[in-house]
């Protein structure tokens, strides 16, 4: 029985860094239906001795340390390089539009908004569906052409983790494009306040 969301915790108990199971089934999924898991799993095992644990419960529990997905996503952007990876992280947002743990969030919030602004203000949703003692997503400001987000409170698990941004700066490039404009998306790590920025761009005028 799947436990990792509904274990009993001690008052001021302060959470793991997590990331929900479903996304990590679903992005292996992905990587075996494509037959990159073999390559990534002989990596990830490389830099991470628990690997085989880490799975089994991924399979089992609803929540599993995100120190793990990070591994797993530095040992994937090593096996196909930063600009596949990008490009990974659109065809997971793609993928979320069909089906897949966020299917539900992101399908439900493109239909209600199709301004770049407001597909990209999903963010703090789906960061509390996926994550849990990974801090919180705010809005910073806002103007003609871009937004910017700040996730405060960041684990030192998500900080530096180049791979794992890009994936992420993928996703939300893709998702801001459903408006019909280009977009660029980039994520900065700062460790000295320990939060990472979202920085999302696009042409005022549609161009696509």
Do not use: N
Not at 97 to 118: H, K, M, N, T, Y
Not at 174 to 202: C, F, K, N, P, Y
Request: glycine share 10%; net charge negative.
């Amino acid at each position: 029985m799947a436990t990792g969301s509904r274990e009993s915790r001690p008052p001021g108990h302060v959470r793991e860094p997590s990331i929900a199971s479903g996304l990590v089934r679903s992005l292996r999924g992905s990587l075996i239906e494509h037959g990159a898991w073999p390559a990534v799993y002989e990596r990830f095992q490389a830099s991470y001795p628990d690997v085989d644990a880490w799975l089994e419960s991924a399979s089992q529990q609803d929540w599993v340390s995100m120190e793990g997905h990070m591994a797993m996503v530095e040992a994937l952007g090593a096996v196909i390089g930063v600009e596949k990876l990008a490009e990974l992280g659109s065809a997971r947002l793609r993928a979320s539009l069909q089906g897949g743990f966020l299917a539900p969030i992101i399908r439900s919030w493109a239909r209600s908004f199709s301004e770049p602004g407001d597909l990209v203000r999903v963010l703090p949703h789906a960061w509390q569906a996926i994550a849990r003692g990974c801090g919180r997503a705010e809005e910073a400001g806002s103007g003609d052409g871009w937004i910017r987000y700040v996730i405060h409170e960041v684990p030192d698990s998500l900080i530096g983790r180049l791979a794992w941004h890009v994936l992420v700066e993928g996703f939300y490039r893709e998702l801001v494009q459903m408006s019909g404009r280009d977009a660029e998306v980039s994520i900065t790590a700062r460790s000295e306040d320990h939060s990472l920025v979202l920085d999302a761009r696009w042409d005022p005028v549609g161009t696509r």
